[in-house]
Each structure stands twice: as C-alpha cells, then as structure tokens.
C-alpha cells in the first residue's frame, strides 16, 4: 500500500529557532500534500495543502511566513517552523495524495512529528 | 467552510458491546466521509468510509451509516475488544470544492475488560 514518512519523528529545540520537517511518499508520487497540527487530546487542524510545483495554500489563522511549505517534487514536500516558540509545540502530521488517483479523494498519512520548543 | 461536529467526547464499554459515534456535517456538498482510528502518537489509521451515493457499508465488525438528508454519519463497532480502544476521528470530504478533509473533534473509546 501507499506510504508515507515523515523525519524527524521527534524534534526538540530552543525557542526562536528554525525546525524543518520532511514529509516523503515513499511508492508513489504525491502531486497533493497536506500539513496538520494537532494539540494534545484535539483533533486535526489543517494547516496548509501544498501543490507540487506551486506555492502552498494555507488555512485562515495560519501565518505563511512562519510556516514555510515547499513541495519540489513529487515525492517531498518540507514544512518550516521560522522561529519557533513554545506554543508552536505539537504534533505535525502530513498527507498526500497518490498523483495516479487524483481524482479520487483518498488521503495517506504520515507518522507525524512531536515537536517540543524549550 | 465545513463544521463537523462528532458525539460523544468519551465512549466507555464493556468488551463485547457495541459502540456507535455520531457525526453530523455542515455543508450538503460533501460526498466522502472516512473514519479514522488514531492510537496515542501515531498516525490517523483509516478504517472505513462511505461515499454519498451509499447509504450503509460494513467491514467485518465495523459498519458506517450515513443519512444524507439530515447530514449525519455513524460509525458502529460491535463486538469491541480491548484493541479497540482509541481516538476515532470523523471527517468530511467536499471533492470539487474545498478538495479537503474537515474533521470531527474525536472520540476516546476505551473498551474494558
């Protein structure tokens, strides 16, 4: 089946410093990604769909400047966290979309990322 | 935009008994509504979903319902086991519109023994 990864899985940095997290799909190519955040017992909050080739776009309430997405190719796309404050701790989790069945609507997750900012 | 709404925040059972978790979406337009089981620090994990031309799907102890017209969609587990305890996410699916996933706020399911 489609598979997705993300690096690193866990992240711990001092505030005001910048984080990139990679998110691959391993056996196909992703022409569509998505980043969540998700708190702590909450749900999953879209943060931005990026686009291969195309600049990202992001959720209402989600600074663009803050949270740098590239999507190069069609395998990886990256989230930046510029930097990065305490409240900006949370789990990172990407989805992508096969290229083959982008008509359709199924989504592949990746295994997220913890990201702690001391 | 979509609002899924999803019911209840914690669902405690005894092994053997059925669970059912109510969602209810917002924008008539959706087609697609995956339910997604998550475990503590992992990946949201698809498990079923149905699509606004079926009414009902069934996987094994698994069923998902759906009723277009009063915009809500169930999911039913019978037989739960302890494996079964975690988060379950609802979501709703516009394709042609908003080309994403709104998701419900969760459910903790704790089966016991």
């Known amino acids: 089946g489609a598979v997705v990864s993300q690096h690193p899985s866990r992240v711990i940095c001092k505030s005001g410093t910048s984080v990139k997290i990679e998110c691959r799909s391993l056996?196909?190519?992703?022409?569509?990604m998505f980043w969540y955040r998700q708190f702590p017992k909450q749900s999953l909050m879209l943060m931005a769909t990026?686009?291969?080739?195309?600049?990202?776009?992001?959720e209402q309430g989600v600074e663009k400047d803050k949270f740098l997405i590239n999507h190069a190719s069609l395998t990886l796309s990256t989230l930046t966290v510029t930097s990065a404050h305490p409240e900006d701790s949370s789990f990172y989790i990407c989805?992508?979309?096969?290229?083959?069945?982008?008509?359709?609507?199924?989504?592949?997750f990746g295994p997220g990322t913890r990201l702690t900012v001391l | 935009g979509e609002n899924v709404e999803q019911h209840p925040s914690t669902l405690s059972v005894q092994e053997g008994d059925s669970a059912v978790i109510k969602c209810t979406y917002s924008?008539?337009?959706?087609?697609?509504f995956p339910w997604y089981k998550q475990e503590l620090g992992k990946r949201p994990q698809l498990i079923i979903d149905?699509?606004?031309n079926v009414g009902e799907k069934k996987d094994q102890r698994i069923a998902v319902t759906l009723n277009k017209t009063a915009k809500h969609f169930s999911l039913h587990i019978t037989e739960t086991q302890p494996e079964d305890s975690a988060v379950y996410f609802c979501?709703?699916?516009?394709w042609g519109g908003g080309n994403k996933l709104t998701f419900g706020t969760g459910t903790q399911l704790k089966v016991e023994l």
């Open positions: 989805s992508a979309r096969d290229r083959v069945l982008a008509g359709t609507d199924t989504q592949y």
């Open positions: 056996d196909f190519q992703a022409t569509t």
């Open positions: 990026s686009n291969e080739g195309s600049k990202a776009t992001y």
């Open positions: 924008d008539s337009a959706s087609n697609y």
């Open positions: 149905i699509r606004s």
């Open positions: 979501a709703a699916f516009f």
